[in-house]
């Protein structure tokens, strides 16, 4: 049996699989930020409840992720501020609060700033000797500590990478490549080995100081243009494909059937969301309070089910709802909200009792003699 998470090919499916051996279809939720027990209108939650004991709070909030149906930590940093010039996350967890939580989990190595939602660092050059530099602090300082972890699946990247797209806001600092070298094949001749650098680079820095993990890659934007070659580059160095897709649930299923169709390798939705919104509120970011659409949610479940090579689906949170995302399962105070709790509650619940006999099919051809 593996000592840690891999990914396998059984009966035709594509799944991870646990250090003890088993299917697992990880079923996730992302954005977890405790600062939100403390604005002021939180009346005192945070000492009243938790103690100011971090760890204290994680117990609690894994005990919650289990009831309402998850199995994952995918990636836990929560946006705090949007506006049109500042964008900016919580921390990561760190080692120690992974333990303590205790559940399986994704983390993100912050290799590089190239982020969609990123509005005020410029693009690194990823050619230069100083990333290379910067990708081994990284994993020295991460990676390291996370090695002999058998509850982390894997490592993410940058979230929503700007290959070759921008947005108004990040038109000032460009994308990583000129899109312009897509015109020619010259110019994509040199895409691919700009992509394989970097996927290389990254790949190298990692199994210097862990062996032993699954590499999830770039949490690509499933809905923005992304280059053959880019996805072409990272298929040697990556152990997952890695999307965020928001939109209809054909829209969904559609860019992850193209994705997963590309190369036969396992997929992951890492992000996807739609909201339920009590005002005309529909666009981002939300000017009043919203619900997550739990309907939407099952449907993309089933979808997602129907694809051979998914592995899994990432709920875009939050776990609790701040003054910025305006949604979440608990709110300021920590009280439940109910509306969304029961409905997702209803649909992992379903995805777990369909993955018992997967489990127990997997268990009886381990078991048949050779």
Not at 149 to 164: A, E, R, S
Not at 302 to 323: D, F, S, T
Request: aromatic share 12%; net charge negative; with cysteine.
């Amino acid at each position: 049996m593996p000592d840690f998470y891999t990914v396998e090919k059984r009966n035709k499916r594509w799944c991870f699989i646990t250090p003890g051996g088993a299917p697992f279809w990880s079923i996730g939720i992302n954005h977890i930020d405790s600062a939100t027990l403390r604005y002021a209108e939180s009346e005192g939650v945070w000492e009243r409840e938790f103690g100011n004991s971090h760890e204290r709070w994680l117990r609690a909030v894994a005990d919650d992720l289990r009831d309402w149906g998850f199995n994952t930590i995918g990636w836990t940093q929560e946006v705090v501020i949007i506006t049109e010039g500042y964008h900016r996350h919580s921390r990561p967890f760190t080692y120690e609060e992974y333990q303590w939580a205790d559940m399986p989990y994704c983390h993100l190595l912050p290799f590089t700033e190239a982020h969609q939602w990123q509005v005020e660092v410029r693009m690194p050059d990823l050619m230069s000797a100083d990333f290379e530099e910067w990708c081994d602090y990284v994993a020295r300082d991460e990676c390291a500590r996370l090695r002999d972890d058998p509850k982390l699946i894997g490592y993410f990247y940058c979230d929503c990478p700007q290959w070759v797209h921008t947005s108004p806001d990040t038109q000032w600092r460009g994308s990583l490549v000129d899109p312009e070298l897509l015109q020619s094949d010259a110019g994509r001749r040199q895409l691919s080995a700009i992509a394989q650098r970097y996927y290389q680079v990254t790949h190298d820095a990692i199994r210097r100081y862990d062996p032993n993990h699954l590499i999830l890659g770039d949490r690509w934007e499933a809905n923005a243009a992304l280059p053959e070659e880019v996805v072409h580059a990272a298929l040697p160095y990556v152990d997952v494909l890695s999307f965020q897709c928001f939109g209809s649930v054909e829209n969904i299923a559609t860019k992850i059937r193209r994705w997963a169709g590309f190369a036969d390798r396992p997929v992951l939705l890492a992000d996807a969301a739609a909201h339920v919104c009590a005002h005309d509120d529909v666009g981002w970011p939300p000017s009043a309070d919203r619900l997550q659409d739990t309907d939407h949610y099952g449907q993309v479940m089933e979808a997602l089910w129907a694809i051979p090579q998914c592995v899994g689906y990432h709920l875009c949170g939050a776990y609790l709802k701040n003054n910025a995302r305006k949604y979440g399962f608990r709110d300021r105070a920590n009280y439940q909200i109910n509306e969304t709790v029961d409905g997702i509650r209803t649909v992992n619940t379903e995805m777990q009792r369909r993955q018992k006999p997967w489990h127990i099919h997997s268990i009886r051809t381990a078991a048949q003699p050779n």
